[in-house]
């Protein structure tokens, strides 16, 4: 068993209104690779967000009291703070360098998922607006063109708790399950797995970070290909949004 990760080095630089898709199946025409039934493709939400035109312009930011209050205790640029503040709906936890809150969307992480790098100076990415929605979109586009079954992943880096590092995560998911339900399938020893789910999204996203990179590596596309289960997940209807565990059940808050 064995999966292939290719990453796409030749997507130049996003702007606003650019078609992912295209840039996509060019820059694979250009590695000599194309797009096979049951691929999956992991795209960076920063690629997305530039797309779509979603900047937070930091220089613009007018601090809240509030967020003179976190800037001080997080010692983060109030203006980016501001920001933060902006994209949530709760602050969870401040320490002495972050801030974790839940988004809009729902995700619990930190800064809001803003980011600051691969983007002009004095800018920031936010989450995407609707990161199902863009999955879909850029998955139907594709899957027009090269009239494959596909799967979309958009991918964003985060930190989680009680563990050092971040790993790729799934925000957006179009084409397969986000959670793989075990349960009721048996283990080596002849046992019955009674709550087994898999967040089978994420450890897509995270193998597809390993490529991608975190810095200058300019790998913003990471092309899966010869995952078996992909038949077995295939969903065209649901997202990442059964990813996130709701709040009652949040042990932590």
């Given amino acids: 068993m064995q999966i292939q990760l290719i990453g796409l080095t030749e997507i130049p630089l996003v702007n606003e209104g650019d078609n992912l898709q295209e840039l996509i199946l060019k820059s694979a025409n250009l590695q000599g690779i194309t797009l096979d039934d049951g691929d999956i493709l992991v795209v960076a939400e920063t690629l997305i967000s530039k797309a779509e035109g979603n900047f937070i312009d930091l220089e613009s930011m007018v601090p809240s009291t509030k967020a003179m209050d976190l800037a001080e205790k997080t010692g983060k640029d109030p203006k980016l703070v501001e920001a933060i503040i902006q994209e949530s709906t709760e602050i969870i936890r401040v320490g002495p360098d972050f801030i974790v809150s839940e988004t809009k969307h729902g995700f619990i992480c930190a800064n809001a998922g803003i980011d600051e790098s691969n983007v002009d100076e004095g800018k920031a990415t936010p989450i995407p607006i609707n990161p199902d929605k863009s999955a879909l979109q850029l998955r139907n586009n594709l899957e027009n063109s090269t009239q494959k079954d596909l799967a979309v992943i958009i991918s964003d880096t985060q930190g989680r708790p009680f ?61 899966i290909k010869e995952y078996n289960s992909f038949n077995n997940l295939r969903n065209v209807v649901d997202g990442a949004k059964s990813l996130i565990r709701p709040k009652k059940f949040d042990a932590f808050r």
Wanted: glycine fraction near 14%; charge should be negative; proline fraction near 2%.
């Fill in 163 to 223: 563990r050092e590092g971040a790993v790729g995560v799934a925000i957006g998911v179009s084409g397969i399950n986000s959670l793989w339900n075990r349960q009721g399938e048996i283990d080596l020893y002849g046992r019955e797995l009674q709550t087994t789910q898999i967040a089978v999204a994420d450890e897509l996203a995270a193998s597809a970070s390993l490529i991608m990179g975190q810095v200058d590596e300019g790998i913003p596309v990471v092309i």
